[in-house]
């Protein structure tokens, strides 16, 4: 499984469908991040929403979060044209490929753009291993968990210059959003994790919840995405921070990614069956991971603002506002 073929598209065509290709980077010398979304909405036929394909880039300033920056395109569905061997995706001038992106969004603030390429070090984390996802109504893939990323981002007068930096892409896509869920993420040049805690609907109607985390730190790896581990690992669903407790075999796995409120911002996702998730992100959240077997520490990281984190549920958090 390479990541061609986790990338290659789902549900575009189908109605009652959403698909999203995304992008973390994290420049922890800046204590900066920013998060940019390729995306389709197809919604079933009683739903009155309008089908779409749309860009989303957010801009994140641990040092000054007044500053922090975030804008949406909407496109017409037909306008995202995607290809799978070798994986492009296309969506008006804006592009997306295994090794790199590109792109422009223009907003009442102002306009930011993006030109970035990476190399990948790492093959794909799927949260759920085949053919285990199905049961579930959505899917969620790190296609490249361990990317360094060079390249420029223009926001409005000012230019960001990356040069190696640690970042990841990812793919997700479903019939409808979780109801309520935790993710975080975040990489260096020894290590990634990706992960995250969901209450969703099965495509039977039942509630499952659980948690799928993976990470390779230095000579350690430990992926938990077995469907009986993931159900078996419950954990908090939080807006101030993501906490897991993972085991497998003697192994045990802590992490914690806790964001501060004024670097997270607030966004409104569409669910294709009808009504909405609103997601609060930032890429500049603190990372605390550990693991384990029996009493010996195998591995440490902390990493401060250069974390990403996510929390969505169907109703906003009091206090935080929404930007969209």
């Not at 010398?29 to 920013?34: H, L, P």
């Not at 296609?143 to 190696?164: C, F, M, W, Y």
């Not at 499952?208 to 077995?226: E, M, Q």
Request: glycine share 10%; proline share 6%.
């Amino acid at each position: 499984m390479n990541s061609d073929a986790t990338n290659a598209t789902r549900s575009r065509s189908r109605t009652g469908t959403y698909e999203a290709w995304y992008l973390s980077v994290a420049d922890p010398a800046r204590r900066q991040g920013c998060w940019i979304r390729y995306t389709s909405f197809n919604p079933a036929r009683e739903v009155q929403d309008e089908a779409h394909s749309a860009l989303w880039a957010f801009y994140f300033d641990h040092e000054d979060p007044g500053s922090n920056w975030g804008a949406k395109a909407s496109f017409p569905l037909k306008e995202m044209q995607v290809r799978s061997r070798p994986f492009v995706l296309r969506i008006g001038g804006a592009l997306l490929a295994h090794d790199g992106c590109s792109g422009e969004v223009h907003s009442e603030r102002g306009t930011i753009s993006w030109d970035l390429r990476w190399d990948s070090r790492e093959r794909p984390f799927p949260f759920l291993q085949p053919p285990w996802h199905a049961i579930s109504s959505f899917a969620n893939i790190a296609s490249q968990p361990a990317l360094k990323v060079s390249g420029t981002i223009g926001l409005n007068d000012r230019q960001v210059h990356l040069e190696h930096v640690p970042g990841g892409q990812g793919h997700t896509w479903g019939t409808r959003h979780a109801l309520e869920w935790n993710w975080g993420y975040a990489s260096g040049p020894d290590f990634w994790i990706a992960g995250g805690t969901s209450r969703a609907r099965s495509r039977l109607g039942v509630e499952l919840v659980g948690t799928a985390v993976g990470t390779h730190i230095r000579d350690s790896r430990f992926l938990l995405n077995g469907l009986f581990n993931v159900l078996g690992t419950r954990g908090p669903i939080a807006a101030d921070s993501w906490t897991a407790e993972a085991r497998l075999g003697a192994h045990r796995l802590h992490v914690e990614v806790t964001p501060r409120r004024a670097d997270l911002i607030g966004v409104t996702y569409a669910d294709p069956r009808g009504g909405s998730r609103v997601c609060y992100h930032t890429e500049v959240a603190d990372l605390e991971l550990r693991l384990t077997q029996g009493d010996q520490v195998l591995a440490r990281v902390r990493r401060p603002a250069s974390a990403a984190f996510e929390y969505a549920a169907e109703s906003p958090v009091p206090g935080l506002p929404v930007l969209f």
